[in-house]
């Protein structure tokens, strides 16, 4: 199945120059919408990335310059340029993510070649590693809001952790209720939080105004220069200013490229270099104030309100952060990355809203116990970046690669272009990697692990099939037995999943050996999940009659989709395949993996490891969606 084109890529509201007067309202009420999902992230790092910026510096002129003109700069290479202008061309249908790209390069097909292992391997990893930016942002996020209570009365700083322990737990036990219901309020919240701290840093600014001489590069220059070995720590917190600019590309399924790039130029970003810029008038002007110049923009009378606003607009950004994760895990599982679990479908009318129960409480725990560890928005700071600009650094280097397979591109123009994001990207992560014993290596060992999770599996599943095949008959030859010898048939129909190759399904032969029946009606169930967000009804199924009642059916789904098993059957009713649900069997083989040296494969302890997973697994009677009173389970012994 071929994958469509950027060019000819549906999207939700255009990404054309022109639109028709209804097309623009929807287009900016899409933008609306977007603020929060989308923009939650990048739009609270104000309330810490100057800060940190500038807390190993004096706050000097030519140091308050040099820094805000590393984060103007910052914003325009990474989030505007590399994001909006180049990487969210690179849509599969629509969809973004790092997994979305991977499976635009679509590197799991057989004439792949030697970078296949290399291209997966790079893609998982990358994105394993959102995992540690999912427990890390709604830590840092609310504890910095909630860190603005010490500005308004020293008294209350022994209340910063409780209070933000208690949010967070509210934040985690609300998503099994899905976000379906308040989605609509997280816009316009996020707009009032980006005119609010729009507003503040204008106030600074029309008094300083001697501060929007940062917008020259000459002074990120020159600080860097006079700076020294220091620019390189100071790089690390900028970067801090850039971070959910992956969110960017990863939501762009949900909203379309026009949406996004409004509300970025309309809004987002005039608010931030306004608030950015304010702060750094407020320090210019009362420098003793450069701990918390985010909050003392705000006369004292409004600092609850603004403790408030800000608390809200952190908790819309955990909550884009916490969805994304659920929804990277189902495109993981729908790819064969990770094993089946239980995955919660909260909105009817919206595929993209998914609940995770596993996910959620590990996201929880950890996020719990980083404000437990590491105490501070400060401290986690150093923590915070390191997993973001990796994923940053690979997202370039997928990106090159569809410059050249996809887009057709040049190797003279592509190279250049790849060359000057990747020195922007390794700068980035070249600085955060100094924070690696500070907390940096907190989010790498999450991701390591994840990955690590996600390749045995993958493998695992691999050398399984492997030796499941070994044992199978051709299915011409089955059949051809099958007429020689006819068995005892019963009415009703039965379907045996089946990998999609042409041979006998392990459990068939193991039905008809042990029970000496089969039912009239004999179904081979084939479930490909294809390297597309989302396959649409017409293409769904196909259905091949095998004569002597057999029937081979292979039912498409995309990463996006939840694969259901009895609504595909009764779509196949469309094709001439007349099948009675009520009297249906569904037969599904359970494996025991036997971990065991003699058989080439994984390491021992990968191979127990696998096995592990395997036990624990979400039954393939839930993840498909089959009756449960209508499943009858088989077990089978597998040496790998």
């Not at 600014?205 to 002074?219: D, G, K, S, T």
Request: hydrophobic content about 50%; aromatic content about 10%; proline content about 6%.
């Amino acid at each position: 199945m071929t994958v469509d084109s950027p060019s000819s890529a549906p999207t939700s509201a255009s990404s054309h120059a022109g639109f028709a007067p209804a097309e623009r309202r929807k287009v900016a009420g899409l933008a609306l919408i977007a603020l929060g999902i989308v923009y939650g992230d990048i739009g609270t790092s104000p309330l810490y990335a100057f800060r940190q910026a500038l807390s190993s510096l004096e706050p000097s002129s030519q140091n308050v310059l040099g820094v805000l003109s590393l984060i103007f700069w910052s914003l325009i290479i990474v989030v505007t340029l590399k994001y909006l202008t180049l990487v969210m061309r690179a849509d599969n249908r629509g969809e973004g993510g790092i997994l979305a790209l991977l499976a635009l390069l679509n590197p799991w097909r057989p004439d792949a070649g030697k970078r296949k292992g290399r291209l997966i391997a790079i893609g998982i990893f990358g994105a394993a590693l959102l995992y540690g930016d999912g427990m890390i942002t709604p830590a840092i996020s609310v504890l910095s809001a909630v860190e603005g209570l010490e500005t308004a009365a020293h008294d209350l700083a022994p209340f910063v952790i409780p209070v933000t322990i208690i949010i967070l737990i509210l934040l985690f036990s609300f998503q099994s209720h899905g976000t379906a219901r308040v989605g609509a309020l997280f816009g316009p919240i996020t707009l009032i939080w980006f005119v609010s701290i729009g507003a503040l840093g204008a106030a600074q600014i029309f008094q300083h105004p001697e501060v929007l001489r940062a917008l020259n590069p000459w002074y990120a220059i020159e600080f860097c220069a006079h700076a020294g070995g220091a620019s390189v720590i100071v790089l690390g917190a900028v970067f801090l200013a850039v971070t959910g600019g992956e969110a960017l590309y990863a939501d762009m399924g949900h909203f379309g490229v026009a949406p996004i790039r409004l509300a970025w130029f309309a809004c987002v970003f005039p608010s931030l270099l306004l608030n950015y810029f304010g702060q750094g008038a407020l320090v210019l002007a009362r420098p003793d104030e450069a701990l918390h110049p985010f909050y003392h923009l705000a006369p004292l009378w409004a600092r609850y309100p603004l403790i408030a606003l800000a608390t809200a607009a952190t908790v819309i950004a955990s909550q884009a952060v916490i969805s994304g994760a659920f929804s990277l895990t189902r495109q993981a599982v729908q790819l064969g990355q990770c094993p089946r679990m239980r995955i919660v479908q909260t909105s009817s009318e919206e595929t993209g809203q998914v609940y995770i129960p596993f996910v959620n409480i590990g996201l929880a725990v950890a996020a719990i116990g980083l404000v437990l560890s590491f105490k501070t928005s400060g401290n986690l700071a150093a923590a915070y970046g390191v997993a973001v600009s990796t994923t940053m650094v690979i997202t370039t280097i997928l990106t090159f690669f569809v410059m050249r397979e996809r887009w057709r591109w040049r190797l003279a123009f592509a190279v250049p272009v790849t060359g000057a994001l990747l020195a922007a990207d390794l700068t980035f992560f070249s600085a955060n990697s100094l924070k690696f014993f500070e907390g940096g290596w907190f989010p790498l060992l999450i991701g390591g692990v994840v990955f690590l999770l996600m390749r045995t599996w993958s493998r695992g599943r691999a050398l399984l099939s492997a030796q499941l095949e070994k044992d199978k008959r051709a299915l011409k030859d089955f059949l051809a037995e099958l007429k020689a010898n006819p068995p005892v048939r019963v009415p009703g129909a039965a379907v045996f999943l089946s990998a999609p190759t042409p041979r006998v399904p392990p459990i068939l032969p193991h039905h008809l050996a042990h029970n000496q029946v089969l039912h009239q009606q004999v179904i081979i169930l084939t479930i490909v999940t294809e390297d597309v967000p989302r396959v649409g009804a017409a293409d769904r199924l196909t259905v091949e009659d095998l004569g002597q009642g057999f029937s081979r059916m292979i039912v498409h789904y995309g990463f996006m989709q939840e694969p259901n098993v009895p609504v595909a059957l009764r779509l196949a009713e469309k094709l001439g395949l007349e099948i009675d649900l009520e009297r249906t069997t569904y037969y599904v083989g359970r494996e025991t993996i036997i971990p065991t040296e003699e058989v080439p494969g994984m390491m021992l302890w990968r191979e127990k490891l696998f096995a592990f997973l395997s036990r624990n697994a979400m039954r393939a009677t839930s993840f498909y969606n089959l009756p449960p009173d209508r499943v009858v389970e088989l077990g089978i012994q597998v040496q790998i």
